[in-house]
C-alpha cells in the first residue's frame, strides 16, 4: 500500500507541473538580436567581395572565442586588414577560380568558411617555434602576424611564408579529406616522419631524408600538403634548388610529387603546373595592386 500510495503522490505531482507548463505563455521577442548590424565600409566591402561570392566570413575584428587563449594575442589594425583581405583574394581565391575557370564555385564549394586575422605572432616557448597559421575541421583559417605585413612594399617571398603557403596547405586538407590521396605515398618514406622533433631537424636535414620542409616529415599527411603548398608558392628554380640540395632525398621528393600530381589531376581535375603558374605571375603583380583604398 505504501509503495502505490508514493506513485500516486508523484503521478499527482507530475500531472500539476504539466498543467502549469501548459498554461505559460510564449514570449513574442526573439532571444537572438534581429538588429541588422552596423556596417563600416570594410564590411560592406567584404559583404560584397567575400561572402556573396565565396560564402566565407572574413574576420578582421578581435574576438576572444575565435583566438587560442594560449597565447598572448592583439587584434590586426584596420588597415593591413584591408590589405591583406585584397591580397587573400587576388593571390589565393582568384588563382582557384582562375584554374577552374567556374565563376568560384570550386573555391564556394570547399574553401574554410571563416578566415580569422590576428595582429601578433603565437609564440610556442615549449618548442620555441612561432605558429604562422592554424586551421579548425577544414572550417576556420587563423592568420597570425597581420600587423608586420609592409603594405608599402609587400614582399612575395614574406607574404608566402606567413599567410599563402598557410592558405594553400590547409586548403590542400581540405582536398584530401574529402578525396583521399594514394596510399602509397605514405610508404615512400616510411619510418622517417619525426612527429614533434620536426623542429630540431635542419632544411637541409629534411631534405635529405626525403621532405621538402621540417615540419613535412611530421606526419604523412602534412607532408602531403607541404608539397603542394612548397610547390605552388615557389617558382621552378626553388624547386631545382632544393632538390639538388636533397641529395638522397632526391629520389623520395620526385615520387612524392608524382603522386601529388596525379592525385590532383585524377581526382579534382586540378593541374598543379597550371596552379603554380598562376599563383606565380599573380605574384609578380602585386605590387600594380592597390592595397590602401576598398575600390
Known amino acids: 500500500m505504501k509503495y502505490n500510495k508514493w506513485i500516486f503522490i508523484v503521478t499527482v505531482m507530475a500531472g500539476v507541473f504539466l498543467t502549469s507548463c501548459n498554461e505559460d505563455a510564449l514570449s513574442d521577442n526573439s532571444i537572438f538580436d534581429t538588429e541588422t548590424p552596423e556596417r563600416n565600409e570594410f564590411d560592406n566591402w567584404l559583404l560584397t567581395e567575400y561572402v556573396d561570392p565565396y560564402n566565407i566570413n ?92 609592409d603594405t608599402e612594399n609587400p614582399d612575395v617571398e614574406i607574404l608566402n611564408e606567413w599567410y599563402f603557403k598557410t592558405m594553400h596547405h590547409e586548403f590542400a586538407h581540405i582536398l584530401h579529406q574529402t ?75 620526385q615520387q612524392k610529387l608524382e603522386l601529388v600530381k596525379e592525385y590532383l589531376d585524377l581526382s579534382w581535375n586540378i593541374s598543379l603546373d597550371e596552379l603554380r603558374t598562376i599563383v606565380q605571375r599573380r605574384s609578380a603583380e602585386i605590387s600594380s595592386l592597390d592595397l590602401s583604398s576598398l575600390k
Open 58 to 149: 572574413f574576420k578582421y575584428r578581435f574576438e576572444d572565442k575565435e583566438s587560442d587563449q594560449q597565447y598572448n594575442l592583439v587584434p590586426a589594425e584596420y588597415g593591413k586588414s584591408v590589405a591583406l583581405a585584397k591580397l587573400v583574394k587576388f593571390l589565393w581565391l582568384q588563382s582557384y577560380e582562375e584554374l577552374m575557370d567556374d565563376n568560384g564555385e570550386f573555391i564556394k564549394t570547399y574553401c574554410p568558411k571563416i578566415i580569422t586575422l590576428i595582429g601578433s605572432k603565437a609564440y610556442n616557448p615549449d618548442s620555441h617555434s612561432v605558429v604562422l597559421g592554424t586551421a579548425e575541421g577544414g572550417l576556420k583559417v587563423v592568420l597570425y602576424n597581420v600587423n608586420e605585413l
Open 179 to 253: 578525396k583521399d590521396y594514394p596510399i602509397e605515398y605514405n610508404e615512400i618514406t616510411v619510418g622517417k616522419y619525426t612527429g614533434p622533433s620536426w623542429t630540431n631537424l635542419t632544411e637541409e636535414e629534411a631534405l635529405e631524408l626525403g621532405f621538402i620542409s621540417n615540419y613535412a616529415s611530421t606526419e604523412p599527411q602534412e607532408d602531403f600538403v607541404e608539397m603542394i603548398a612548397n610547390y605552388v608558392t615557389h617558382n621552378a628554380q626553388w624547386w631545382r634548388e632544393r632538390m639538388d640540395m636533397a641529395g638522397d632525398g632526391k629520389e623520395a621528393l
